[in-house]
């Protein structure tokens, strides 16, 4: 039996003899919740080998990276689902264990790809190496009129400037650049060609998109500035005498079934309105895929992120599924695509709860528990929580921590990484909900070398024992956890 010891005792007698002061901020006593020595058995069944045995298979060569869609992708779920079967979760999802989410996978044609820009005597010739495509339906343009959109300008564009037109838009850097860009393309141009670098669009080449839920866009062409910064900055702005000629093939569909992964643990309260609500605890189960070689290693296995958070999400619930005597709220398991390409499996969820939203009363997420090499220092028996002052979710935790040894703080500003994790679709639905890690930042993150050999196991089983004990106390108190006043508006931006 393995054991964490504190101060020469081990957890199971800890757990078993110190009784834990509840929080009851809305209740006029103040209860005293003991923790059995059953559930701190269960804890000690998450150990180093175990999560070990899942990282290792979900982050192998064998799953590609995980890629949304992909077929190690498909692997992975069959594998989570698998293991919540063998812990005896009962399946919640739409079809057994899995939350199916029908997507067309929509990737550009640049077959046959002709742009020729004129001014006068100046031509600007493209080929498909220099763009990238955000089309559906082909365009055809012959010596269309070009509009310039200057920066100063495109606060103040109207749709009756651009409609029909070729706009020309030299993007300025960052979010601003892009949120006026996304305005332009709904404005009703024939095609928007925008001027910045091709390589921070080529991921809109390749898109997922939702049959009930498809955005109206023009056309967008993605012409990197080496080749058309002189152009565009030689056009006046509004409109011009320049023209355009462009002819752009449809882009290539594929129906893809994405899965959520859902598995419920019943909760053991005769009141139905506690075993009927929900605490949802996840982690995404994507990563990126094959990208860019390095040192002939071109599969980026994402083991840290976040093969750690699923396989603490499996055994968190292997471990809670053994007790006879469950926590009194139900707790439904869930893994997530698509996270890397905009919280894509969680923001499907929330469009299609499987449980409604009053019954659910938070989501936990967990994020990359593995690795303790910060750039700064080594993370030692330590955890935090995006949005750490938003809820009081995280008091529970520290609850957690102290009876297991791991500190659960502050830590910096990790309130910049809460809308950068599943936890934000659930928290813009006004559900209390956070992300844990050990690091937000390592080495080798989104890198080729983020490998499951690198983890501290070790430490991994420690903070995951934290997770699921602080996952029972939120889902055993009859208190729904709730936002604090000051930050619940900030929290749902």
């Known amino acids: 039996m393995i054991s964490v010891k504190l101060s020469g005792i081990s957890l199971c007698c800890i757990l078993a003899l110190v009784p834990v002061q509840g929080v009851y901020p809305d209740a006029r006593t103040t209860p ?93 010739r493209a080929n498909a190496g220099d763009v990238a495509l955000v089309n559906d339906e082909a365009v055809e343009i012959d010596r269309a009129s070009v509009y310039k959109v200057s920066s100063e300008s495109s606060g103040s564009l109207k749709a009756t400037d651009i409609e029909g037109k070729v ?55 993605v012409l990197d500035t080496l080749h058309g910064r002189e152009f565009a900055e030689s056009l006046p702005g509004g409109d011009t005498v320049a023209t355009a000629s462009v002819t752009i093939s449809k882009a290539l569909d594929e129906r893809v079934d994405l899965k959520n992964v859902a598995g419920l643990l019943r909760g053991s309260s005769i009141d139905p309105g506690l075993r009927d609500s929900v605490v949802i605890l996840s982690a995404h189960y994507d990563h990126i895929g094959i990208g860019t070689p390095r040192d002939g290693d071109k599969i980026y296995n994402g083991a840290n992120d976040d093969a750690s958070g699923t396989a603490a999400v499996i055994q968190i619930a292997s471990a809670l599924a053994s007790l006879e005597q469950r926590p009194k709220r139900s707790i439904l398991f869930m893994a997530f695509f698509g996270e ?64 297991t040894g791991v500190k659960v703080l502050s830590q910096g500003d990790t309130n910049r990484y809460f809308s950068r994790s599943d936890n934000y679709s659930f928290a813009r639905r006004d559900i209390p909900a956070h992300t844990l890690a050990v690091l937000f930042e390592f080495p080798d993150y989104h890198g080729v070398d983020d490998e499951w050999e690198k983890l501290d196991y070790d430490n991994f089983a420690k903070v995951t024992r934290m997770a699921a004990l602080g996952t029972f106390f939120i889902a055993d108190d009859p208190v729904r956890p709730h936002w604090n006043e000051t930050m619940q508006k900030k929290s749902a931006e």
């Open 32 to 124: 005293l919740i003991h923790v059995s020595t059953a559930l701190a058995a269960a804890l000690e069944q998450i150990t180093p080998d175990r999560l070990k045995g899942d990282v290792s298979f979900l982050a192998s060569d064998a799953l590609e990276g995980r890629a949304t869609p992909s077929r190690g992708l498909e692997v992975a779920a069959e594998y989570i689902a698998a293991r919540f079967r063998a812990a005896g979760l009962e399946p919640a999802g739409t079809e057994g264990y899995f939350q199916i989410a029908g997507r067309i996978h929509r990737t550009a044609n640049l077959e046959g790809f002709r742009l020729e820009l004129r001014n006068g005597d100046q031509i600007l």
């Open 167 to 221: 706009v020309v838009f030299l993007v300025p850097e960052g979010r601003e650049g892009r949120s006026r860009l996304r305005s332009i393309r709904r404005m009703g141009a024939a095609l928007v060609i925008a001027i910045a670098d091709r390589n921070d669009f080529a991921a809109s080449m390749d898109r997922l998109l939702d049959p009930a839920a498809m955005d109206k866009a023009s056309p967008l062409v």
């Open 340 to 403: 890397e390409r905009g919280l894509l499996g969680s923001r499907h969820y929330v469009r299609h709860p499987l449980f409604p939203f009053d019954q659910t009363v938070a989501n936990v997420n967990l994020e990359q528990l593995g690795r303790t090499d910060g750039y700064d220092s080594r993370k030692l028996a330590t955890a935090t929580l995006t949005g750490y002052g938003y809820s009081n979710i995280p008091d529970q935790f520290q609850r957690a921590g102290e009876l």
